[in-house]
């Protein structure tokens, strides 16, 4: 059974960092498009960034994009965002999410993925 937990969410001043892990088990993280979205109250989900499955480009939303950092470690099976340079519009439910199917990054991120974790709550302080 493919199951994703986030974990590292909290609350941190603008201009602050915090790195989310999301762990993976049923699959391998190698093998899975893998990618981070978030949610906002009443806004839409967001793809934040996405690793493809196939040709492995990363794609990263605009408005994260040399902000955040998506990474994997492959011996844990664990995928992690790196956020930097936090700002008070990034607060929002952080999830994981994985899907086996053959795809870009910026597709995942578009459309969403098979599987997901239960989010964390990331919240900036103005």
């Excluded at 199917?101 to 974790?117: E, I, L, N, T, V």
Aim: proline residues 2%; glycine residues 14%; hydrophobic residues 30%.
């Amino acid at each position: 059974e493919v199951q994703l937990q986030a974990s590292g969410g909290g609350l941190v001043q603008t201009g602050g960092s915090l790195r989310l892990s999301c762990a993976a088990s049923g699959f391998a993280v190698d093998d899975y498009a893998i990618g981070w979205f978030r949610q906002a109250p009443g806004k839409e989900r967001e793809g934040i960034s996405c690793i493809g499955n196939g040709d492995g480009v990363t794609y990263y939303a605009e408005s994260m994009r040399g902000r955040f950092t998506i990474s994997k470690d492959n011996a844990k099976n664990t995928v992690y965002l790196q956020m930097n340079n936090l700002k008070p519009e990034d607060t929002a439910v952080y999830s994981c999410a994985a899907d086996s199917a053959q795809g870009s990054g910026r597709h995942f991120c578009k459309y969403g993925m098979d599987h997901w974790g239960k989010g964390t709550q990331v919240t900036v302080s103005s």
